[in-house]
């Protein structure tokens, strides 16, 4: 079992940057397939990105395509996404997910992950 802490949310003006972490718990951190969700008020939770175990497949939404990076330090078990030109409609709670398997196939569905993060709250004002 992993346990995901997610950190680095806070509120930032629109066209800002943040860089959220997620540390994980444990020796096989770089065997999991992980992801970032994220959910608005009100709304169901959405897939924004993912990286695959080695960190050389990334997949992202369009939504933040050119805007967000995410990547990995498996020597660290710590995941990241840098978020850059953030906009109000990137206000959610950001919640970092592990996949037991590694196979880069659907890293977009729910489904595929298993550990799941507490969630950081990230708010952009206009």
């Known amino acids: 079992q992993v346990q995901l802490v997610e950190s680095g949310g806070g509120l930032v003006q629109a066209g800002g940057s943040l860089r959220l972490s997620c540390a994980a718990s444990g020796r096989t951190f770089s065997s999991y397939l992980m992801g970032w969700f994220r959910q608005a008020p009100g709304k169901e939770r959405d897939f924004v990105a993912a990286i695959s175990t080695s960190g050389v497949n990334t997949y992202y939404a369009d939504s933040v395509k050119g805007r967000f990076t995410i990547s990995r330090d498996n020597a660290r078990n710590t995941m990241y996404l840098q978020m850059n030109s953030l906009k109000p409609e990137d206000t959610a709670v950001y919640y970092c997910?592990?996949?037991?398997?590694?196979?880069?196939?659907?890293?977009?569905?729910?489904?595929?992950?298993?550990?799941w993060g507490q969630g950081t709250q990230v708010t952009v004002s206009s």
């Open positions: 997910a592990a996949s037991v398997h590694s196979t880069w196939y659907a890293v977009d569905r729910e489904s595929r992950y298993v550990y």
